[in-house]
């Protein structure tokens, strides 16, 4: 095991352990009147100082408002990220957004939710940045593993469930990026290019469902639209983030993404972030700027009164006012950080448990998984993924390092980290032989390490990186390939050893020119676990965890089968529209490597006739399906019956799009009864001349197991 420093896990007597979050939650309406009883007591200045950051490296947070006197309204700390809390120590590592994604469970996003929520509290954080939902558009893209996917409705469940989770501590979920920064590459300078439909149907979507959820902020992006910064469209921001999806809570900038003063202000922006013009300058276009603006006429105060106003509202909405911890993070001054442990056994377990349902098995040829120590003498370990970080822990993690730890900008320190060597040596046990070598180049020593081993695990990784952080020259990735000589790894491995497994932690879809080599008997993608995957890897390898992971996009057979790809010039134009990810395969008969949705179980399941009911009663419900799922296999597992619409071939949809998924635990032998219940919104179509409406005609719903395997469908009219 890894460790950073005993203390960074030690949970000494020294340590500052802080409250349990209060139930002090309110509705908007309750929250908005305490915001006016302070906020309507405030000069203009004051106002103005809730809508400015301090500035880069001045605060104790990666990002803090100023403080307010009489009225007393308190420095709202802003901290990353979709991942845990950074520049912090005594945190939980734990699994990457894609990762929760890939669980297709409802719970378990919302656990993973409140432990980033509380552990965030009880740093003293006041608004934790994320989730992130920017669509997995390219299969290259940088930070799409921040977010959950190519598929919005699966973004829409997981990002809400998301904001819940970490609302319910007392904490503000920041919804990131709005919108269409969907890459990483020249971020700052594009412009993203789509039509309404588009917009509203794929990429606002998640949006909407967290706003329904009780989101109360919203991050802006760095890219344009339609040639205006996103951080000041009137039309992104004002017409339809506030006033179309009814957001009442507040917007902020990306960190730098603020380009002007009135365009800014008039143009829905309500806090600047870090709060410079160039980050670390000292200076803002808030500030005396926008009090300047103001006195001149140019901006409206009322404006200003609603950026406080929605600021101080989502602040009481979520129960900050009531015994709310101090903020106890240094984020620029790590030497001198107050040792507050926010960690626990609880936490670390969740992230072995979490990391474990999470894990797709793509392929598992012969019955190779799970494996027994009583039927093994000698197992093989092959390439430096297996094996510990390149560069050593530190109480800051060096970012240059990833694969899954899943470094990024939001990143958090790694306590410690269990490698896939030391999960899976412990868990075989002192009866087998476990050998290992982390020399992915030396593939002639792979391959005689390999060659006598009952079972050879070849492990690669393809990381990413960011706009400003490139990782071996990478931000969004180059291509598909493996790293690190991957390919030729396991095909040397493959070639001397029959009975091969593939592991992959990636950041999305890669290449697998090996795939039918007859000695790969398994393919393993546990994503990015975090902290614990050499444990969460072992529980699945051996069968104490049956898998029960999904795909959440799809994986191709080759890189120019995807709808959409990163684009170098300043006009990214979307033109494969509502034809994204699976969408886009189904659209143009083009048979995927494997599916979205798709992933392997050590069971069998069966799926018999579903039955459909329509106009049932309940609130906004148009049509419910009901199927019956059986286990056939000799194990007790889970299984993930996902349903698919076929909209009237009149509303313009493609072939069959997501609209419902439950993760079932069914014992072997038992049947369990799975309803899928189908909204006015999910069976909506968005136009320029009605908005949001029901198309009437003949629906089919397909059910299965992925978007490629469908055991059953039925059809209904509306």
């Known amino acids: 095991m890894i460790f950073?420093?005993?203390?960074?896990?030690?949970?000494?007597?020294?340590?500052?352990?802080?409250?349990?979050?209060?139930?002090?939650?309110?509705?908007?309406?309750?929250?908005?009147?305490?915001?006016?009883?302070?906020?309507?007591?405030?000069?203009?200045?004051?106002?103005?100082?809730?809508?400015?950051?301090?500035?880069?490296?001045?605060?104790?947070?990666?990002?803090?408002?100023?403080?307010?006197?009489?009225?007393?309204?308190?420095?709202?700390?802003?901290?990353?990220?979709?991942?845990?809390?950074?520049?912090?120590?005594?945190?939980?590592?734990g699994v990457s957004g894609i990762n929760a994604a890939a669980t297709f469970d409802r719970q378990l996003m919302h656990k993973r939710a409140e432990i980033i929520g509380k552990e965030s509290r009880d740093k003293g954080v006041h608004a934790q940045l994320g989730p992130s939902v920017d669509i997995f558009r390219a299969p290259t893209g940088g930070r799409g593993w921040e977010a959950f996917g190519e598929d919005p409705y699966l973004q829409g469940i997981a990002?809400?469930?998301?904001?819940?989770?970490?609302?319910?501590?007392?904490?503000?979920?920041?919804?990131?990026?709005?919108?269409?920064?969907?890459?990483?590459?020249?971020?700052?300078?594009?412009?993203?290019?789509?039509?309404?439909?588009?917009?509203?149907?794929?990429?606002?979507?998640?949006?909407?469902?967290m706003i329904e959820a009780g989101l109360t902020s919203v991050m802006c992006s760095y890219n344009l639209y339609e040639d205006v910064h996103t951080c000041e469209s009137d039309k992104l921001l004002n017409q339809i983030l506030k006033k179309d999806l009814d957001f009442k809570g507040f917007v902020m900038s990306d960190w730098g993404a603020t380009h002007s003063t009135v365009a800014s202000a008039n143009g829905g922006l309500d806090m600047t972030m870090p709060g410079d013009i160039v980050m670390g300058d000292g200076l803002s276009y808030y500030g005396k700027n926008l009090t300047a603006a103001v006195e001149r006429g140019d901006v409206?105060?009322?404006?200003?009164?609603?950026?406080?106003?929605?600021?101080a509202a989502a602040h009481y909405k979520v129960g900050q006012d009531k015994d709310f911890p101090?903020?106890?993070?240094?984020?620029?001054?790590?030497?001198?950080?107050?040792?507050?442990?926010?960690?626990?056994?609880?936490?670390?377990?969740?992230?072995?448990?979490?990391?474990?349902?999470?894990?797709?098995?793509?392929?598992?040829?012969?019955?190779?998984?799970?494996?027994?120590?009583?039927?093994?003498?000698?197992?093989?370990?092959?390439?430096?993924?297996?094996?510990?970080?390149?560069?050593?822990?530190?109480?800051?993690?060096?970012?240059?390092?990833?694969?899954?730890?899943?470094?990024?900008?939001?990143?958090?320190?790694?306590?410690?980290?269990?490698?896939?060597?030391?999960?899976?040596?412990?868990?075989?046990?002192?009866?087998?032989?476990?050998?290992?070598?982390?020399?992915?180049?030396?593939?002639?020593?792979?391959?005689?390490?390999?060659?006598?081993?009952?079972?050879?695990?070849?492990?690669?990784?393809?990381?990413?990186?960011?706009?400003?952080?490139?990782?071996?020259?990478?931000?969004?990735?180059?291509?598909?390939?493996?790293?690190?000589?991957?390919?030729?790894?396991?095909?040397?491995?493959?070639?001397?050893?029959?009975?091969?497994v593939v592991v992959i932690h990636s950041t999305g879809p890669v290449l697998m020119p090996w795939i039918d080599h007859e000695n790969i008997k398994a393919v393993v993608w546990p994503g990015l676990p975090g902290q614990e995957t050499g444990n969460s890897l072992a529980d699945v390898l051996f069968g104490d965890v049956n898998p029960s992971g999904r795909l959440p996009y799809t994986i191709a057979k080759n890189e120019e089968d995807y709808a959409a790809h990163i684009s170098h010039e300043y006009n990214i134009e979307y033109t494969e529209k509502l034809a994204l990810g699976y969408r886009h395969f189904d659209a143009n008969d083009i048979e995927p490597l494997f599916a979205f949705g798709y992933g392997l179980s050590y069971s069998t399941f069966e799926y018999e006739k579903i039955k459909i009911n329509t106009n049932c009663?309940?609130?906004?419900?148009?049509?419910?399906?009901?199927?019956?799922?059986?286990?056939?296999?000799?194990?007790?597992?889970?299984?993930?019956?996902?349903?698919?619409?076929s909209f009237p071939e009149s509303a313009g949809e493609p072939p069959k799009v997501l609209r419902g998924f439950e993760r079932v635990f069914i014992k072997a032998g038992q049947q369990t009864k799975v309803t899928f219940e189908f909204k006015k919104i999910d069976l909506s179509i968005w136009t320029e001349e009605s908005g949001w409406t029901v198309p009437e005609g003949e629906y089919t719903v397909h059910v299965g197991s992925n978007s490629r395997d469908i055991h059953q469908t039925a059809t209904f009219s509306l």
């Open 326 to 500: 101090e903020i106890s993070l240094k984020s620029f001054d790590r030497a001198n950080e107050p040792e507050v442990v926010v960690t626990s056994d609880e936490h670390i377990k969740f992230v072995r448990d979490i990391g474990a349902a999470s894990l797709v098995l793509l392929s598992n040829n012969d019955g190779i998984l799970p494996i027994s120590s009583e039927n093994l003498n000698k197992i093989a370990i092959v390439g430096s993924d297996a094996g510990p970080p390149s560069v050593p822990l530190t109480s800051s993690l060096n970012e240059g390092e990833c694969s899954d730890l899943a470094c990024n900008d939001g990143t958090v320190d790694f306590p410690y980290i269990v490698t896939p060597t030391e999960g899976i040596s412990k868990r075989a046990g002192d009866s087998v032989e476990v050998v290992h070598t982390y020399n992915d180049w030396d593939t002639d020593a792979a391959a005689e390490l390999a060659k006598d081993a009952d079972i050879a695990f070849v492990f690669s990784k393809a990381p990413a990186g960011e706009e400003y952080l490139l990782v071996d020259g990478n931000n969004d990735r180059k291509n598909m390939t493996l790293w690190n000589n991957g390919d030729n790894l396991i095909q040397a491995v493959a070639d001397a050893n029959k009975n091969t």
């Open 159 to 209: 990002a809400s469930e998301y904001v819940k989770g970490v609302q319910s501590q007392n904490v503000i979920a920041t919804a990131k990026h709005f919108l269409l920064n969907n890459q990483e590459t020249n971020r700052t300078t594009s412009n993203s290019d789509t039509d309404d439909r588009t917009l509203h149907e794929i990429y606002a979507w998640p949006y909407a469902r």
């Open 4 to 93: 950073t420093s005993l203390t960074t896990i030690a949970v000494c007597a020294l340590a500052v352990v802080q409250g349990a979050p209060t139930s002090n939650e309110r509705s908007w309406e309750e929250a908005y009147a305490k915001a006016e009883s302070v906020v309507n007591q405030m000069s203009l200045e004051q106002k103005v100082g809730l809508a400015t950051g301090m500035g880069w490296e001045n605060t104790l947070c990666v990002g803090q408002t100023f403080e307010s006197k009489s009225p007393d309204f308190p420095s709202l700390c802003l901290q990353d990220g979709p991942l845990g809390t950074r520049f912090a120590s005594n945190g939980t590592a």
């Open 300 to 311: 409206p105060e009322e404006r200003v009164t609603d950026m406080a106003l929605r600021i």
């Open 617 to 645: 009663g309940k609130d906004d419900v148009l049509a419910t399906a009901t199927a019956f799922v059986k286990n056939t296999g000799d194990v007790d597992g889970a299984e993930v019956p996902q349903a698919y619409i």
